[in-house]
Structure formats: C-alpha cells, structure tokens
Antibody, heavy 124, light 106 residues
Framework: EVQLVESGGRVVRPGGSLRLSCAASGFSFDDYGMNWVRQGPGKGLEWVSGINWNGVSAGYGGSVKGRFTISRDNAKNSLSLQMNSLRAEDTALYYC?????????????????WGQGTMVTVSS | DIRMTQSPSSLSASVGDRVTITCQARRGVSDHLNWYQQKPGKAPKLLIYDAFNLETGVPSRFSGSGSGTDFTFTISSLQPEDIATYYCQQYDGDPPTFGPGTKVEI
C-alpha cells in the first residue's frame, strides 16, 4: 500500500524552529518528486515547497522562502522540512504529498498521494 | 505567482443535480490544471488532472474541461458522498497555486 506518514508537528514559539518528517512506503520513493502543502485552520491549500526526485532542485512558496528548507534521503525513503523563524501565520496542517509523474520537475506537479498531515501551531 | 479564482465559493444542490464549478487563471496555464476533493477532516484527493483526465478509481460522474484561462469542473449527478470542498490547482507557473475552493452542500 502506498503510504505517506508525517511527524514532527507541535506547538512552537514565534521565532522558533521545527523539523517535519515524512516516511514513505509502498512505492519507489527515489523516482518521484515530493512536496509539502499546508492548510491553515479553516483555510485553503497552499503549496509550501517541492523537491525533485533526486534532490537536485527544489522550490519554495513566497511566504516561506529563506526560512524553510526541504530535503530528502532516498536511502531512507524520507522527506524533511526544516522550518526556521516561525511565525503565527505558519500555523497549519502540513501535508506530505507525492507528485504523480515520475522524474518530473519539482514545479510540474499533480498531487496524487497525500499523507494525513501533521499540525504545527506557532503561538506564545 | 498565478492567481486562481473559483466560482461560486459555495453552493447548495439536491441529490441528482448537475453541479458546475468554474476556475479561472489570471494568465493562461494551457491544460496544466488539476481538481481535488477535500472532505471534512480528510486530506485532499486528486479527481482530475491535466484539465480533463479522470484519476484512476474516480467515478465517471466527475469531469473536467477547459484550457488556457477558463476551466470547468462538473458533477453530472450529485451524490450524498460528494459533499466536500473542491479546489483547482495550476502547475504551469512556479510556484504551483490553488484556487480558494468551492464548498458543495446538499
């Protein structure tokens, strides 16, 4: 079964840091680009970051550029998101999401497999 | 960033009705447009990709059309299990962006 399981979400103070992880199983992880998509409480979907299949290229949404860093470990079938200088507006459910197309550019995305999300709350 | 708009923002329809949602891109995105369904408390689910391709396992009452700046998502006969919020998403530009969503109620 194809599965994505996120972890690492918690309450953190403004200005703090947090690292999210995503464990993938059931597919050839190193063939697919991966993404983080977030959803604030009662809000819509926002693409946060994406990384291509081999980790060579990555992109970020404007609201997180310079603060968040995406990475992947294909040997461990895992995806990570390092989040620094967190703000209240980063409070959201963070989804780990696979790109449907193998070996596509990080921005050429059809989001076909979603995890259940991990909640990040930025509050003092 | 390519701004996406959807209309209506919400709608109420009866079981068996034909439901149509429109999505507009600020600039042309070719057919690089996907549709997702999100039920309350659940992760989104891919329904339509590349404007009109039905994802495997998705019922045929769902369909998509359009190209360029104007797209349409249709449920041919609304079912109770279709109660959800529907989002369009473009990937012609970097970053990929979502529409604000359309909430469908019965």
């Amino acid at each position: 079964e194809v599965q994505l399981v996120e972890s690492g979400g918690r309450v953190v103070r403004p200005g703090g840091s947090l690292r999210l992880s995503c464990a993938a199983s059931g597919f050839s992880f190193d063939d697919y680009g991966m993404n983080w998509v977030r959803q604030g409480p009662g809000k819509g979907l926002e693409w946060v970051s994406g990384i291509n299949w081999n980790g060579v290229s990555a992109g970020y949404g404007g609201s997180v550029k310079g603060r968040f860093t995406i990475s992947r470990d294909n040997a461990k079938n895992s995806l990570s998101l390092q989040m620094n200088s967190l703000r209240a507006e980063d409070t959201a459910l963070y989804y780990c999401v696979r790109n449907k197309r193998p070996r596509a550019a990080y921005y050429d995305v059809v989001f076909d497999i979603w995890g259940q999300g991990t909640m990040v709350t930025v509050s003092s | 960033d390519i701004r996406m708009t959807q209309s209506p923002s919400s709608l109420s329809a009866s079981v068996g009705d034909r439901v149509t949602i429109t999505c507009q891109a600020r600039r042309g995105v070719s057919d690089h447009l996907n549709w997702y369904q999100q039920k309350p408390g659940k992760a989104p689910k891919l329904l339509i990709y590349d404007a009109f391709n039905l994802e495997t396992g998705v019922p045929s009452r769902f369909s998509g059309s359009g190209s360029g700046t104007d797209f349409t998502f249709t449920i041919s006969s609304l079912q109770p299990e279709d109660i959800a919020t529907y989002y369009c998403q473009q990937y012609d530009g970097d970053p990929p962006t979502f529409g604000p969503g359309t909430k469908v109620e019965i």
